[in-house]
Structures are given as structure tokens and as C-alpha cells.
């Protein structure tokens, strides 16, 4: 991570906006289809909130808006992203966990599982943001929610996804999702551009 000057990006108009607004938060809510992702889940066993995390992480990659992050009113720009998730610890309170996002499904869910778990048992947060554009996500799973808005504490500015329960209709499965971002990050086209990539990469599972 390194601090870089906002004229040298292409976000100095959103940062001369938005970097002092009393609320620069946004908040887009979408359905996506996730039968894919379910479906490829039950074939290979593997976590639903895994696949969404590593999902999220593929989305968000090639959108270079994800790689700058304003800190206070600083702008500091990353070379890599991590998917944060909210583990359920062995005391019933709940920790954080940073996972480093690798292309490699093998290697994310290894990752996933190794740290989720250390959070679990050690009952300790795992905290990537010196190294690495986080983007949070929470997986209210005891309900079905239509969406969710955030509250911006001033402190985290990062990106950020809520899911509940998905549903199922038929033969498919839905799933409500609510993306939080700030506007220096990035412009509602860039958010929009992130939500289809996340329903394209479900599709290809």
C-alpha cells in the first residue's frame, strides 16, 4: 500500500466531492441468480459463503477502481485485495477474518477454511488492511433479508456486501445483496460494472 496524490488519479473530481461529505457512502441493492453457485456447491461440497467471497474477489478484480481506497482524506492505492467474512466464534460472539483473494478456487477455499477456522477456535481477528484493499462482507444467514444499508462510522470506508438466506423459486435460487461503497472509490458505473461481473462469475461455476 502506498498514499498517492488524488491528481494523479482518475478519481480527483469524486475525491474533491466526496472525501469530506458527511456521508459519502452508497448503497445498491440486487438479486442475483445463484443456482449456479449453489448447485456447483452441493456437486463439490464446498461452502456457499466461501464460493460468494471468491466470487466477490473474481468481480472485483480487473475493476482498477478497487485498488485505490480513501483513509481518512488520504488516498492510498493497493496491489492486491482480500475478502473479508464474519466468523462465528467459540465463545458465540463473532471475529473477522481477511482472506487473501486468489484466482485459484483450491487455493482461496484452503485459505477460507485454514483462517476461518483459526478465528473460530482462537477467537481473534485476522486483519489484512496494512497490505491489502479489503472488501467486507456479512452473511446474515438465520433470515431472509431484501437488502440492508449501512451505517458510516467515518473509520471504514471499504467496500461492503450483506446477504441473507437465498430462496428458492422453482427450480432456481435468488439471493438479495446489498453493496456498500464510498463514491471517491468509485462511481455508480463502477459498482454496477462489479455486480454484473459477481453474477457473470456465479455463471460460470
Given at each position: 500500500m502506498k498514499e498517492i496524490q488524488p491528481e494523479d488519479t482518475s478519481r480527483l473530481t469524486?475525491?474533491?466531492?466526496?472525501?469530506?461529505?458527511?456521508?459519502?457512502?452508497?448503497?445498491?441493492?440486487?438479486?442475483?441468480?445463484?443456482t449456479k453457485l449453489v448447485k456447483f456447491g452441493k456437486r463439490k461440497k464446498l461452502?456457499?459463503?466461501?464460493?460468494?467471497?471468491?466470487?466477490?474477489g473474481k468481480a472485483a478484480e480487473n475493476v482498477k477502481e478497487f485498488y485505490i481506497?480513501?483513509?481518512g482524506n488520504k488516498l492510498i492505492q493497493y496491489d492486491k485485495i482480500a475478502v473479508n467474512t464474519i466468523v462465528k466464534n467459540q465463545n458465540g460472539d463473532i471475529?473477522?477474518?481477511?482472506?487473501?483473494?486468489?484466482?485459484?478456487?483450491?487455493?482461496?477455499?484452503?485459505?477460507?477454511?485454514?483462517?476461518?477456522s483459526e478465528c473460530?477456535?482462537?477467537?481473534?481477528?485476522?486483519?489484512?488492511?496494512?497490505?491489502?484493499?479489503?472488501?467486507?462482507?456479512?452473511?446474515?444467514t438465520n433470515t431472509e433479508i431484501d437488502g440492508a444499508v449501512g451505517i458510516y462510522s467515518g473509520i471504514f470506508n471499504n467496500?461492503?456486501?450483506?446477504?441473507?438466506?437465498?430462496?428458492?423459486?422453482?427450480?432456481?435460487?435468488y439471493l438479495p445483496v446489498s453493496f456498500q461503497f464510498h463514491h471517491t472509490q468509485m462511481d455508480g458505473i463502477h459498482a454496477g460494472q462489479f455486480l454484473e461481473n459477481l453474477q457473470n462469475e456465479i455463471n460460470k461455476l
Open positions: 469524486a475525491y474533491k466531492l466526496w472525501i469530506k461529505a458527511p456521508n459519502p457512502m452508497v448503497t445498491f441493492i440486487k438479486t442475483l441468480n445463484v461452502k456457499f459463503n466461501m464460493l460468494m467471497d471468491y466470487c466477490i481506497l480513501p483513509v471475529n473477522s477474518c481477511d482472506i487473501a483473494f486468489s484466482s485459484s478456487l483450491e487455493e482461496f477455499n484452503e485459505n477460507y477454511l485454514k483462517y476461518t473460530a477456535e482462537n477467537c481473534r481477528d485476522i486483519d489484512l488492511s496494512a497490505e491489502s484493499m479489503v472488501i467486507g462482507t456479512s452473511a446474515v467496500p461492503f456486501m450483506i446477504w441473507g438466506r437465498y430462496r428458492k423459486k422453482i427450480f432456481r435460487y
